[in-house]
């Protein structure tokens, strides 16, 4: 018998309850601390709508009830966050359904997500219904698991999977894994039952399939974070033997085990200590596990080594029991089976944070972009804003990130993660501020880290505090690709010119997601104490200067602002630094330009319409000329554009629906032979009144803006090359 043991109730047990009502629709696993997966259809009978309507329901809050030991019971709400509707499949079984559910508060910390495997036949199979209650389990097997599909049988006796099962996981009685969900149960007829009558036949969604269909809905990053294991895990009811789980890195615990816990009194205080902080329940008396029992624990729960490394670091009273320590931590981290931080430690930072991202949500990007500066952010920072339900994820996502640098001696670095929490001290009120620091004293001290590395942080994130930066006046957005799949940098500009970056393009991003983006990052310079920004450059290759940036939607942070067009809410400048890679005296011919400013703008009506034309008078009588109009039919217009680009005219202005030089006058509205400096204002005034007017506008206005005196940030702005240097062909086309 193992030593390290669960109650059999302590399986987290998830309720979906129907709308107004305290009975369940079913049942539902517990993915992570803010996310449930169940079956579409048990959504669609908690909201009061068809079983298998494939229509992904409105947004509104689904009430679950989370149960646990000894009468736990917490209820939570939550939305829908991925949709994989019921779709017809062979005979009686259907492909899809699948709902998951983002909670707007934590689980309950005395439950623990699932850990998934593979289905496979002949696994015996524990479900509970969806009501919750320890005695309301199921027992069943897996008779058959055909691909998409595992179709289970149950014994006649005990009770039987039926209504208010669905959407609940499938536990191993082996172990504490859960292997699929309960999808639905083939019930009897009204006849009389005989030989041939089918009883006890159920059908599951494997976590084979559950894996293929979140990837096909776009849902990869809700399969990163679930918990699997390739093979035995930890159990329900027992603790599976060392060569049950992941051998390698269990030896590799035990060669260190046996030098820092090989006193069985030792052991088994530690590991009484472990077990009540992870849950376990081990046996009545003074016994203690074996070392390769404890050995696997380590391997197979990511929180155990360092949970077991709090309570071990402070009795350790040697340099040699140090070094052990250091090893075993090192070996967690190798071999990538533990996390960075125990459970309690995890659980207060979290506790800590999310109040800090509620009272301010710029505040931790802020400080990840000025903590972290030499590594690359997380995702979840990698935004301008990180809401309080992200903090989890955040902290979770900086557990893998380590400071780079190694201190002599072998001392431990400071990891990055206490980096942050420094720097998010040092700008907190003061009682935030002790907590966070305590903590991170405490994590240093259990990782061996030296005391004046974690000085040495807090000293640097209290100067960064006292900073004050001049304030951000400008955005910077670089967009390609495709318009449903758009990659997007984003900088922000402050007025002593230093730039930060905001956002990397780690992944595709519609325009809907662009215009967010960049809207929260105004308003998040705002809440930095600036005056807001007001001015936002788009950097963009030649292919892209005609797609209507200005009318991109973007959501507001703020719930009760609307959504409006982004030239409504800023001033939109084009910038095309791609065309000075292949004309290398572009740069120059800017420059020269707009300190020549010419008598006034050059427009290009019918007498100047040909490239030639418009060629020529750029090179004589407009030499000095920094603002072309262009009017005129789309194709055409678009090579004099280009022309206009490479001959290094800084002042573009076209309206992008004008279908020839009869629709000129749709630009007098902007005045564009005005003052030139108040061209782009006049512009941003131009839209806002067309906006309000709630009718389509008369023009589309499009404006490159090439303004020298602003350079762009990240490399974007290419410098002169030397004289000689890439100069192209003789004949070489620009366009």
């Known amino acids: ?172 009685t082996e172990d504490a894994t859960v292997v699929g969900l309960v999808v639905a149960h083939v019930m009897p007829g009204d006849g009389p039952m005989t030989s041939q009558t089918t009883v006890r036949r159920s059908w599951a969604v494997p976590w084979q399939a559950i894996r293929d269909e979140l990837d096909r809905a776009g849902a990869a990053d809700v399969v990163a974070q679930c918990a699997v294991h390739e093979a035995a895990c930890p159990s329900a009811y027992a603790y599976p033997s060392a060569a049950q789980g992941d051998v390698a890195p269990a030896a590799g615990y035990s060669a260190e085990l046996w030098s820092l816990l090989g006193d069985p009194v030792r052991r088994a205080q530690h590991a009484r200590t472990l077990a009540a902080r992870l849950g376990y329940e081990p046996p009545s008396g003074e016994s203690a596990p074996s070392v390769e029992e404890l050995a696997q624990l380590l391997a197979s729960e990511e929180r155990a080594l360092a949970t077991l490394a709090e309570s071990l670091a402070p009795a350790l009273t040697d340099a040699h029991g140090r070094a052990g320590l250091d090893r075993l931590l090192s070996l967690g981290r190798l071999t990538g089976t533990a996390r960075l931080l125990s459970l309690d430690e995890h659980r207060f930072l979290v506790r800590e944070l999310t109040p800090v991202a509620a009272a301010d949500p710029a505040l931790l990007p802020r400080v990840a972009r000025e903590a972290l500066r ?24 900086l557990e893998a990130h380590r400071d780079p640098a190694d201190l002599p001696d072998g001392v431990p670095p400071v990891p990055a993660l206490l980096t942050l929490v420094e720097y998010a001290a040092a700008v907190s009120a003061p009682p935030v501020r002790e907590a966070l620091q305590s903590w991170s004293g405490r994590v240093a001290a259990r990782l061996g880290s030296h005391p004046a590395a974690l000085q040495q942080r807090r000293a640097d994130a209290a100067a960064w505090a006292r900073y004050r930066p001049s304030p951000v006046v400008r955005l910077v957005a670089e967009i390609s690709g495709r318009p449903d799949a758009f990659d997007c940098t984003l900088w922000e500009v402050r007025q002593d010119g230093e730039a930060a970056l905001l956002v990397s393009p780690d992944r595709p991003r519609t325009a809907a997601d662009i215009a967010k983006l960049i809207r929260a990052a105004a308003e998040t310079s705002r809440d930095d104490g600036g005056q807001g920004v007001a001015h936002v450059d788009i950097v963009v290759g030649r292919d892209g200067i005609e797609l209507p940036f200005d009318e991109w939607e973007a959501a507001s942070s703020v719930e009760f602002l609307p959504r409006v067009p982004l030239g409504v809410k800023f001033r939109i400048a084009l910038r095309c630094p791609e065309v000075s890679a292949r004309v290398p005296r572009r740069e120059a011919e800017l420059r020269r330009r707009w300190e020549g400013r010419g008598a006034g703008p050059l427009v290009v009506d019918e007498s100047c319409a040909s490239q030639e034309q418009l060629y020529a008078l750029l090179e004589t009588s407009h030499r000095d000329t920094a603002q072309v109009v262009l009017h005129g039919p789309r194709s055409p217009r678009e090579q004099l554009l280009q022309l206009c680009l490479a001959m290094g005219v ?86």
Not at 377 to 394: C, H, I, K, N, W
Not at 653 to 665: K, N
């Open 374 to 397: 030499y590594l690359a952010p997380p995702r979840s920072l990698s935004g301008p804003r990180l809401a309080p339900g992200d903090v989890e994820t955040a902290v979770t996502e």
């Open 650 to 735: 800084p002042v573009v202005l076209w309206d992008r629906d004008a279908e020839g030089h009869e629709h000129a006058g749709r630009l007098d509205d902007v005045a564009p032979a005005g003052p030139l400096h108040q061209l782009p204002e006049r512009i941003h005034h131009f839209r806002a009144r067309q906006y309000r007017a709630g009718a389509p506008s008369s023009a589309r206005p499009s404006l490159v803006w090439e303004n020298t005196e602003l350079p762009l940030p990240g490399g974007l702005e290419l410098r002169d090359p030397e004289e000689g240097l890439l100069e192209p062909a003789e004949g070489a086309d620009i366009r």
């Open 1 to 172: 018998m193992s030593w390290f043991r669960r109650p059999a109730a302590a399986a987290p047990r998830v309720s979906v309850l129907h709308q107004g009502a305290p009975t369940a629709a079913g049942s539902a696993a517990l993915l992570s601390p803010r996310t449930v997966m169940t079956c579409a259809h048990v959504v669609n009978d908690a909201l009061g709508r068809s079983l298998y309507d494939p229509a992904k329901p409105a947004d509104c809050a689904l009430h679950l009830a989370f149960h646990g030991a000894a009468d736990a019971r917490q209820s939570l709400t939550a939305r829908l966050s991925v949709w994989v509707p019921p779709q017809r499949g062979p005979a009686m079984v259907w492909h899809g359904d699948l709902a998951v559910l983002r909670l707007d508060e934590p689980a309950p910390a005395w439950l623990r997500p699932v850990v998934w495997r593979d289905m496979a036949e002949g696994q015996s199979l524990r479900a509970w219904h969806g009501g919750g209650a320890p005695i309301a389990f199921a027992d069943t097997r897996v008779k058959l698991q055909d691909g998409q599909f595992g179709y289970l049988d149950g014994e006649l006796s005990g009770a039987a999977i039926g209504p208010g099962f669905s959407g609940g996981p499938l536990w191993s």
